[in-house]
């Protein structure tokens, strides 16, 4: 049945052309700041030289809000998973130039290396910010946002860790809302049926756009019990 639900992507796979620089990125920063996808489990201690907290984003896009969050907090580590090319060589051109230490990048479906590389009760948080919609009916099955998957983010967490999540779809933050309040093991921050008020989420290229265009943006954060 696994099997058969990840046959399922919850995105598309565009291979946009990389720009010489994210191509250069790719070729000169993977070996410091990439992780190649294997079924071994990472030691983040390890991998960072230090224990510290670690939050992984989902999806990060073209890197600049996560980019953002860990050269603004030193203290604690990123692990940032992200499908298209582009978007990860832009993130390692960032953060080579930024000089930074605590961010390392996976460049693979995140469902698979939730299940294959990272531990289990490892993380401080999970980061999903402005996933894909799929607002047709006929593509809701194509949702990261499942029974399964917040099961199996929650496996990933350490008790108190959270789980925030972010969209500019009020029909999509209202489903994920539903599905997170269904979920076993998690608790609503903002209070049962209430959307996240405030926010330490830097806002994202993405985000500023559809403000300018009047959409609206919804946050939940859910806190594994």
């Known amino acids: 049945m696994e099997q058969q639900r990840r046959t399922i992507k919850s995105y598309v796979l565009r291979q946009g052309r990389l720009t010489t620089a994210q191509k250069q990125a790719l070729d000169r920063h993977w070996s410091v700041y990439g992780l190649d996808f294997n079924v071994d489990k990472l030691d983040l201690a390890a991998v960072f030289g230090r224990s510290a907290p670690v939050i992984l984003e989902i999806g990060f896009g073209n890197g600049e809000s996560l980019l953002q969050q860990a050269v603004s907090r030193p203290e604690q580590d990123y692990i940032g998973i992200e499908v298209h090319r582009p978007g990860v060589g832009r993130l390692l051109h960032l953060a080579a130039e930024a000089g930074i230490a605590n961010l390392r990048v996976i460049n693979h479906d995140a469902v698979e290396v939730l299940q294959r ?3 289990d009760n490892s993380l401080d948080c999970v980061q999903l910010f402005f996933p894909d919609p799929w607002h047709k009916k006929r593509h809701h099955k194509r949702r990261i946002i ?12 350490k008790t108190g860790g959270q789980f925030h999540l972010a969209t500019d779809w009020q029909d999509y933050a209202e489903y994920m809302l539903a599905q997170m309040e269904q979920a076993d093991g998690f608790s609503n921050t903002g209070g049962k049926g209430h959307f996240a008020q405030q926010t330490d989420r830097p806002p994202t290229k ?7 265009l009047g959409h609206g943006v919804w946050d939940l954060v859910f806190s594994k019990n």
């Open 117 to 119: 590389q990272i531990p």
């Open 206 to 212: 993405f985000e500023h756009r559809g403000r300018r």
């Open 146 to 157: 499942n029974p399964a998957f917040i099961q199996l983010v929650r496996q990933k967490l």
